[in-house]
């Protein structure tokens, strides 16, 4: 989800060392599941508070949730104005009740997302510890900062007050900027990676994402894991390529490649592949775990009359029920790396079937998470990390991909991940 930190004013070289192998990662359980707009997600759990859905954002940097008594408003149409509906925030994060959180501590900041038709300001934050579930499983965080909120403006229209669905949380990790540059603004934190980095528990601002095979049925739950400080072994197929960071020029938040080639076929012929025609100029995709569905810049209606697939409630659609899209069926993205090399990531038409359009009652078509020409834009969301394996070290300014969506063991958390290969301060992804 791509972020951008605004005012509140607005609103109320060391030489490098060989690989070591850490027998403790420090890692994040991802999830991906179906229904809607679904994005790539953890459960949190405070001290004293309920589980706590939070979307896990490469397209931001910083960690905020809702304390007691928050208020979403809604119902304006207008950027920046308040409409005439609230909700309270639930669950959240009921800090007052915890034993081992720290004293609140005074500091202004505001996040903003979807070109600014979310705001979320913060006045305070404080340290506690941050729970993904079973402890032996998935090891805690302790003395965690995060920013406490307790308001959310959207601008969202709804028929009488109607409720609206609205993040609870959200953890970026995107690269923590300590300065302002020219390109990326400043992080005003909390910073989830930096704070673990901080701490000295990874030794160095290296992160590795990717999902397991896909679930065996289509609706099913995507299980996957953030792995902080290390890249880890058989987690993916083929070799892990180096790509160029491709940053737009003005002022970004997030990672940025090149644009890739995009192949496709006829449905029921996934071996006659064709280079899909591209629609637009745009030369640079955001990686964005934030983003419910991929918005790729290939010709809607080539690609249609291509695959043979269907327009249904304005997006691409299997003609058929979701369960009998085949499972050899991708669409490939090959990516220029570095020192001549390519990679290709394939992810099957199935990792699509999110459910986006379910509302409109017809179970014969399957509504697929993706927006083609339409957007003039490149994002690749929660769909593509089902298949891709990505690692980045923001201290080499490195990004790499291979082939994900291959692996188990995510849900038996740390004794699922394996050997890792630990990157120390000033080494670089392997």
């Given at each position: 989800?791509?972020?951008?930190?605004?005012?509140?004013?607005?609103?109320?070289?060391?030489?490098?060392?060989?690989?070591?192998?850490?027998?403790?990662?420090?890692?994040?359980?991802?999830?991906?599941?179906?229904?809607?707009?679904?994005?790539?997600?953890?459960?949190?759990?405070?001290?004293?508070?309920?589980?706590?859905?939070?979307?896990?954002?490469?397209?931001?940097?910083?960690?905020?949730?809702?304390?007691?008594?928050?208020?979403?408003?809604?119902?304006?149409?207008?950027?920046?104005?308040?409409?005439?509906?609230?909700?309270?925030?639930?669950?959240?994060?009921?800090?007052?009740?915890?034993?081992?959180?720290?004293?609140?501590?005074?500091?202004?900041?505001?996040?903003?997302?979807?070109?600014?038709?979310?705001?979320?300001?913060?006045?305070?934050?404080?340290?506690?510890?941050?729970?993904?579930?079973?402890?032996?499983?998935?090891?805690?965080?302790?003395?965690?900062?995060?920013?406490?909120?307790?308001?959310?403006?959207?601008?969202?229209?709804?028929?009488?007050?109607?409720?609206?669905?609205?993040?609870?949380?959200?953890?970026?990790?995107?690269?923590?900027?300590?300065?302002?540059?020219?390109?990326?603004?400043?992080?005003?934190?909390?910073?989830?990676?930096?704070?673990?980095?901080?701490?000295?528990?990874i030794s160095s601002p290296t992160l590795s994402m990717w999902f397991d095979a896909p679930p065996a049925k289509v609706n099913g739950t995507f299980q996957g894991t953030a792995l902080l400080g290390a890249v880890p072994k058989g987690k993916y197929s083929g070799e892990l390529v180096h790509v160029a960071p491709k940053p737009p020029t003005d002022t970004y938040v997030g990672y940025y490649v090149a644009r890739p080639i995009f192949k496709g076929a006829p449905v029921g012929k996934p071996n006659a592949k064709q280079t899909l025609k591209l629609s637009?100029?745009?030369?640079?995709?955001?990686?964005?775990?934030?983003?419910?569905?991929?918005?790729?810049?290939?010709?809607?209606?080539?690609?249609?009359?291509?695959?043979?697939?269907?327009?249904?409630?304005?997006?691409?659609?299997?003609?058929?029920?979701?369960?009998?899209?085949?499972?050899?069926?991708?669409?490939?993205?090959?990516?220029?790396?570095?020192?001549?090399?390519?990679?290709?990531?394939?992810?099957?038409?199935?990792?699509?079937?999110?459910?986006?359009?379910?509302?409109?009652?017809?179970?014969?078509?399957?509504?697929?998470?993706?927006?083609?020409?339409?957007?003039?834009?490149?994002?690749?969301?929660?769909?593509?990390?089902?298949?891709?394996?990505?690692?980045?070290?923001?201290?080499?300014?490195?990004?790499?991909?291979?082939?994900?969506?291959?692996?188990?063991?995510?849900?038996?958390?740390?004794?699922?991940?394996?050997?890792?290969?630990?990157?120390?301060?000033?080494?670089?992804?392997?």
């Amino acid at each position: 989800m791509l972020a951008v930190l605004f005012f509140l004013s607005a609103i109320a070289a060391a030489a490098p060392s060989p690989p070591t192998y850490g027998p403790a990662p420090v890692f994040i359980p991802l999830k991906y599941k179906y229904g809607g707009y679904p994005r790539v997600v953890t459960d949190i759990t405070y001290p004293a508070s309920n589980p706590i859905e939070t979307i896990v954002d490469l397209g931001s940097s910083d960690f905020w949730v809702y304390g007691p008594n928050a208020i979403i408003n809604y119902g304006s149409q207008y950027l920046g104005v308040p409409g005439p509906c609230n909700l309270t925030a639930k669950p959240f994060y009921n800090w007052p009740k915890s034993k081992t959180h720290t004293k609140p501590v005074k500091n202004s900041r505001g996040y903003s997302y979807g070109g600014n038709g979310k705001l979320v300001p913060s006045y305070f934050d404080l340290n506690d510890t941050v729970s993904f579930g079973n402890d032996a499983v998935f090891p805690p965080f302790k003395n965690q900062n995060v920013a406490i909120s307790n308001y959310t403006l959207i601008k969202a229209l709804s028929d009488h007050c109607k409720p609206i669905d609205y993040d609870h949380s959200i953890l970026g990790l995107s690269e923590y900027v300590p300065k302002s540059t020219s390109s990326q603004p400043k992080s005003t934190g909390p910073s989830f990676r930096q704070d673990a980095l901080s701490r000295g528990e990874i030794s160095s601002p290296t992160l590795s994402m990717w999902f397991d095979a896909p679930p065996a049925k289509v609706n099913g739950t995507f299980q996957g894991t953030a792995l902080l400080g290390a890249v880890p072994k058989g987690k993916y197929s083929g070799e892990l390529v180096h790509v160029a960071p491709k940053p737009p020029t003005d002022t970004y938040v997030g990672y940025y490649v090149a644009r890739p080639i995009f192949k496709g076929a006829p449905v029921g012929k996934p071996n006659a592949k064709q280079t899909l025609k591209l629609s637009d100029t745009v030369s640079q995709c955001l990686i964005d775990s934030g983003s419910g569905q991929d918005y790729l810049p290939i010709d809607q209606d080539a690609f249609i009359k291509l695959s043979g697939l269907i327009i249904h409630g304005g997006y691409p659609a299997y003609n058929g029920t979701c369960e009998s899209i085949p499972k050899d069926y991708t669409i490939d993205y090959t990516f220029a790396g570095l020192k001549g090399k390519s990679v290709t990531v394939k992810v099957p038409l199935r990792n699509y079937a999110r459910g986006n359009t379910d509302y409109l009652g017809d179970k014969k078509k399957c509504g697929l998470s993706m927006e083609l020409d339409s957007v003039a834009s490149c994002t690749f969301g929660a769909p593509f990390f089902t298949s891709a394996f990505l690692a980045f070290n923001d201290e080499k300014k490195q990004i790499a991909i291979a082939q994900g969506g291959v692996s188990s063991g995510a849900a038996q958390g740390k004794n699922g991940i394996g050997q890792v290969t630990t990157v120390q301060k000033g080494q670089g992804l392997p």
